[in-house]
């Protein structure tokens, strides 16, 4: 698999801001729909954000919609994540991932949708 690798992870007050950025390889990714997951221990993990191929269509989990914002930049082949309005129950390490198979170009919001897979990035929001 091409790797990906996120970056921007650590400490921010409740009501502050991160910026997570993820930084992939390979000429597929310039068309495969990319994502953000996190994953709090002892939960599972679970969507957070999902973008297209060309960044013409985004979608939200709906505890972080209005807060979040999912932007990507295919000549430099990064995906971000724009957190604002940071919440305790945001804490969770943030995975990075772009989506295969067939439609792999669309949004899809199932782990099962998506190939490629990043280290991961601890976000940690005090109260």
């Known amino acids: 698999q091409v790797p990906l690798v996120e970056s921007g992870g650590g400490l921010a007050q409740a009501g502050g801001s991160l910026t997570l950025s993820c930084a992939a390889s390979?000429?597929?990714?310039?068309?495969?729909?990319m994502a953000w997951f996190r994953q709090a221990p002892g939960k599972e993990r679970n969507f957070v954000a999902a973008i297209n191929w060309n960044g013409g269509n985004t979608v939200y989990a709906d505890s972080v919609k209005t807060r979040f914002t999912i932007s990507r930049d295919n000549a430099k082949n990064m995906v971000y994540l724009q957190m604002n309005s940071l919440k305790p129950e945001d804490t969770a390490v943030y995975y990075c991932?772009?989506?295969?198979?067939?439609?792999?170009?669309?949004?899809?919001?199932?782990?099962?949708?998506?190939?490629?897979w990043g280290q991961g990035t601890q976000v940690t929001v005090s109260t």
């Open positions: 390979g000429l597929t990714f310039k068309t495969a729909a």
């Open positions: 991932a772009a989506r295969t198979g067939d439609s792999y170009y669309n949004t899809a919001t199932n782990t099962e949708d998506f190939g490629a």
